[in-house]
């Protein structure tokens, strides 16, 4: 505004337009305020870095550190897994055990059975076994003997094998 147009406002546009001018040196003030701190902040980690290098190596502290951690995890999970396998390899010569001791218990326990048939199976053969009887009377008819003759014949053999 020219000067002709402020002297032609009255008093109350003329305050306004002060008030309005003020707020804005405010706001101009705070947002300055803002950038200054701003500013401070940078400075002050610029000091604190040193240099871009020195910003870099701290940082590579942080990967170093998240490495370190990553590698211990590793390590404790392969220890873990490690002490369940030697785990699972124990309980699985246990049961390997186990079943040996079964088999070898079954395999005694056959042996006692098949040695207690021998030996009543041997004890059955030395008994007395009875007297062959009379032999079957022939019968009569065309081929009458060659029958009779078969039937001693198997009545001898039934005979002598126990004896």
């Known amino acids: ?24 040196i405010d706001e101009l003030n705070a947002q300055l305020q803002a950038e200054r701190e ?3 902040n940078r400075n002050i980690a610029i000091q604190e870095s040193g240099t871009l290098a020195e910003a870099l ?9 998240a490495q370190s951690a990553a590698d211990e995890y590793l390590r404790q999970m392969r220890d873990r ?7 699972a390899e124990k309980r699985s010569a246990e049961a390997a055990r186990a079943a040996d001791g079964v088999l070898s218990q079954a395999k ?14 041997e004890a059955l053969s030395r008994q007395p076994q009875p ?19 078969e039937k001693r014949k198997r009545w001898r053999l039934w005979g002598s094998k126990g004896s």
């Open 38 to 40: 701003a500013l401070a």
């Open 57 to 65: 190596l701290k940082m590579n502290g942080v990967y170093e550190a």
């Open 108 to 121: 005694a326990e056959a042996e006692r059975i098949v040695a207690r048939a021998r030996t009543e199976a």
């Open 131 to 149: 007297p062959a009887g009379p032999l079957p009377q022939e019968s009569g008819g065309v081929n009458a003997g060659d029958e009779g003759e």
């Open 1 to 24: 505004m020219t000067d002709k147009e402020l002297r032609k406002l009255r008093r109350d546009d003329l305050l306004q337009i002060l008030i309005n001018q003020q707020r804005q």
């Open 81 to 87: 897994a490690d002490a369940l396998v030697a785990d």
